[in-house]
Structure formats: C-alpha cells, structure tokens
C-alpha cells in the first residue's frame, strides 16, 4: 500500500516524503519540475536509506494519473503540486487556474475511478481576510486577495463539495502559515526560483554571499516595531502535520480544515535579529517602502490541529534560523551545483 505524493520534488513534498519513508510508508511520487529539481528526492533516499518510486509527470494529466493508479496501489494521496507565488499569481492568473485548479479536478477524478478517497490538500493562510489582524482560526473571514489565495479556496470549496457528495471522501485541508527551515541534515531545504520572494530564503541568501542586502519592506505597521508580523512554522513540523492529517482521516468523516502554524508571531527585525543571533551572521537591511499587498499581522490559532490531529509545531524560531543556514551555508547554490554531498 502506498501514499501518493503530488509536487513531491518541492521544498514542502520532498519533506513530507522524508517523514513518509521514515514512518515506514511506501511512497510513490510524481513532480513536472515546474519549481523543484530531482536532487531533492535523490538526497530523500538517502536520508531515508529507502528508496521511493518516482515518474516525472504533470497532475493535469489523466492518463498520466491513470497510469500510476492502474500500477501501483495507492491507498491515499498528499497534494502539494501547484503554482504558490502570490505576485507571479497577479501577472499569470490564468496559469494559476489552470495548474492549480484544473489540476486538482483532474487528480480527484482519477482518484475517484479507481476508489481511491483519502486525500490531504496543501492550502494556504492567504484564503484569510488580509485585514484580520487577530489569531486566525478556521472560521474566520475567507477573503483571498490574489489569484493564487483565491484558487487554493476554490479547490477548497471543490473538495468540500465533493466530500458531501460522496460520503466515501475523505479530505484534510491544511491551511500553512509561513513555511521556514530545513531538515537538520542540511541536504534538502528551499531552493527558489530566481531572487526569492519570500523573506527567509532571501535573508539566507544575504547571509551566504549570493544577495549583498535585505529590503524590510515597511517600518510603518501596526506591531511591535513596525515590520510585518507572521507565523513562520518549521517546515519539518509541516511535514509531521501531513502525516498527522493521513492518520487523521482513518477516523474522521467528510472534509475537515485545519491551520498548520506555531501560533507564535514574529516580525521581520525579530527574524533577522533570530537568525544573526542562531547563526553568527550579520544581515544588513534597510528598510523600504511596504510591499503592496501585504497584511500587518497573519498568525495562526493552532488549537484546532491538537485537537483534531494530536499535532502541534515543536520546533522554536531559532532551530528554524539554524536549519535554514545549515542547508543554505552547505549548499550556497540549493540543488543546482551538486554541493559536496
Ligand atoms: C513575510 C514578511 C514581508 C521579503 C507568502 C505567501 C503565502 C505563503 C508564504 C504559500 C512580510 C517581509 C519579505 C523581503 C521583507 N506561501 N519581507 N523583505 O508574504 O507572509 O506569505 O509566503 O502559501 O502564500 O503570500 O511571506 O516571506 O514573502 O513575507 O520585508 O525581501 O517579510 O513584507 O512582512 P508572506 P514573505
């Protein structure tokens, strides 16, 4: 028996795939290397000392999916396979559809001819009202302001009427905050495309010579000093989350959602003094106008997760510091010059 794993070569999948072997689960796993590289999984298996079965294939592709179920026996699938930049969202918003959402459609109806009904969903915290600026819970406001927000709620709503429709379903939506880290070995971790959005894997690149200074878009927030606030979550306690959710779905019934974060805000100066102090590293910064688009305060109410899941985040912001140098001072280039592994 074995688990599917979607976009699993990414930074979320290949993690994810490394708790799977070593849980002792059989993986199968498919990537379009759209935004990820084979390496990741080639170090999985080492990590893991087992091997998993890879196609490289697109999850638009019915008989692609076809192939894989008619071979191989798929007990449950984790779907991370998708677009996630919120910017590149704006400017390609048809893409997002596509890849997003049609791909979705198409792995659940593949999944559905071969009675195939245990599915975990990789969504995200932007399906949340950008103006709350309290502790998100579940039931808060839905209000994504970007493509991107807007078709991971889509597929959410999609899967959820789909459970209703067949009670055979069932579906765990898991809503990440701000994914951060990597595995304490320092052999995968994030490897964005280009100049990295995101604030982490930029101040990594700061720190090992590759970007010469951070931007702190905005001083002028409502917070604690100015600078935007979010949950980071270590991305192996992500993973864990994603295991939690497919045990998870043994004994629930239908479609339930869940927030995947620590619970715990930080702002961008907390975070670039956190990782100077984890690491021995300066980050030079100056600060920006604000970045548009972007909230004051996003951070999880995690207490949903315990309860439902048994599952809480237990790695604290200076482990995540510390794992992300690990892996970016070991492999200045991410996977694209094979480092001295
Ligand atoms: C964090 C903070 C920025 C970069 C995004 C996606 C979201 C999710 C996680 C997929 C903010 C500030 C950032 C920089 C900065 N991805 N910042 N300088 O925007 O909270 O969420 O990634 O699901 O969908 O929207 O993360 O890391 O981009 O920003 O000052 O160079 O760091 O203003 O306050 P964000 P981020």
């Known amino acids: 028996m074995s688990i599917l794993v979607t976009g699993a070569a990414g930074y979320i999948g290949s993690h994810t795939c490394l708790e799977l072997l070593n849980a002792g689960f059989d993986v199968v796993a498919f990537d379009n290397f759209s935004n990820s590289k084979m390496e990741s999984l080639i170090r999985v298996e080492k990590l893991a000392a087992r091997s998993l ?63 195939v009904k245990r599915l975990v969903f990789s969504s995200s915290a932007t399906v949340y009202d950008a103006q709350n600026n309290l502790q998100i819970r579940e039931d808060s406001l839905l209000r994504p302001i970007n493509p991107y927000g807007r078709s991971k709620l889509m597929i959410e709503q999609i899967y959820q009427d789909l459970a209703a429709s067949d009670t055979q379903w069932k579906i765990a939506t898991l809503r990440y905050f701000n994914p951060v880290g ?75 959602t869940v927030n995947l974060g620590t619970g715990k805000g930080c702002s961008v100066l907390e975070l670039i003094r956190a990782f100077e102090h984890a690491t021995g590293r300066v980050i030079p910064y100056h600060i920006v106008e604000r970045r548009p688009g972007d909230l004051a305060t996003c951070y999880a109410d995690p207490s949903l997760a315990e309860s439902l899941l048994g599952w809480r985040a237990k790695f604290d912001i200076n482990t ?22």
């Open 53 to 115: 079965v890879f196609k490289q294939g697109d999850v638009r592709d019915r008989a692609f999916l076809q192939d894989l179920f008619s071979k191989h026996n798929i007990t449950a699938v984790i779907h991370f396979a998708g677009h996630k930049a919120v910017g590149e969202s704006i400017r390609t918003p048809l893409t997002y559809y596509d890849n997003n959402v049609s791909g979705s459609i198409a792995l659940a109806e593949v999944m559905s001819e071969f009675s």
């Open 182 to 256: 990597a595995h304490e070995s320092g052999m995968i971790g994030e490897d964005p495309n280009g100049i990295p959005n995101n604030l982490m894997p930029y101040i990594s690149q700061v720190a090992v010579g590759r970007l010469s200074e951070l931007s702190v878009f905005g001083s002028d927030y409502p917070t604690i000093d100015g600078t935007g606030v979010r949950d980071y979550i270590h991305v192996v306690d992500l993973a864990l989350g994603h295991l939690a959710a497919l045990q998870a779905l043994k004994s629930c019934s239908g479609l339930i």
């Open 320 to 341: 995540m510091c510390q794992d992300a140098w690990r892996w970016q001072s070991k492999n200045p280039q991410g996977y694209g010059n094979v480092s001295n592994y």
